[in-house]
């Protein structure tokens, strides 16, 4: 065999186990993986990406590893009720400040945050990124919270980010953060945490 042809074969065999290791088994349940844990966020990331799906994961895989590991302090009761008062006064205040209420909202989530053992809100992007793999779920909320800060939205605007962050904050106020049944249980959670009657003016039950 002609030493072209030897190099030849290499070339292929090298292409077709590239191929494989990209294209396999292996990349589709880690794409389902990804995709399973982070779920909106998941699509947020792909679609900041153009479709790129490498590129996508690629991002969140570096944010588990970075962050994956995280362990959560709890809050004692005092502390607990220390936020949820907080965060009931602030959405009384939104109906005569709305703009002074979601700035405090986004500061009072920040803290909470940091106080459960994630980055503080002065590191934007790893503070955001940590939550991101352990709230996918509500972390935009946290987003839009604090774009509508910056760019001075309008009271409807501020109605809905507020109303949007505060199943973050349920989330990390909640005292069954860990249970096997979370989707429900911790659903069930945030609305004693949160009940209706506090909600922004204009907000149904």
């Not at 945050?113 to 809100?121: C, D, I, K, L, N």
């Amino acid at each position: 065999m002609s030493t072209v042809l030897i190099v030849a074969v290499i070339v292929v065999f090298v292409a077709v186990v590239a191929a494989f290791l990209y294209f396999g088994p292996g990349r589709g349940n880690r794409r389902g993986s990804l995709r399973s844990r982070f779920g909106p966020e998941y699509d947020r990331v792909l679609a900041r990406h153009g479709g790129d799906t490498g590129a996508a994961e690629a991002e969140l895989g570096e944010r588990v590893k970075r962050h994956g590991s995280l362990e959560t302090r709890p809050l004692t009761p005092e502390t607990r009720e220390r936020y949820v008062s907080r965060w009931t006064g602030i959405q009384e205040q939104f109906v005569d400040a709305p703009q002074q209420a979601v700035a405090e909202a986004e500061q009072l989530v920040g803290a909470l945050a940091h106080e459960r053992g994630f980055p503080a809100a002065e590191d934007r992007e790893n503070h955001v990124d940590a939550l991101s793999v352990h709230h996918p779920h509500h972390v935009n909320g946290y987003r839009t919270l604090h774009s509508s800060v910056e760019s001075g939205a309008g009271t409807e605007d501020l109605r809905a980010a507020l109303l949007e962050a505060r199943g973050l904050f349920g989330e990390l106020v909640s005292t069954k953060e860990h249970d096997p049944d979370h989707g429900h249980a911790r659903a069930r959670d945030r609305q004693k945490v949160l009940p209706g009657r506090h909600q922004p003016k204009g907000e149904g039950a």
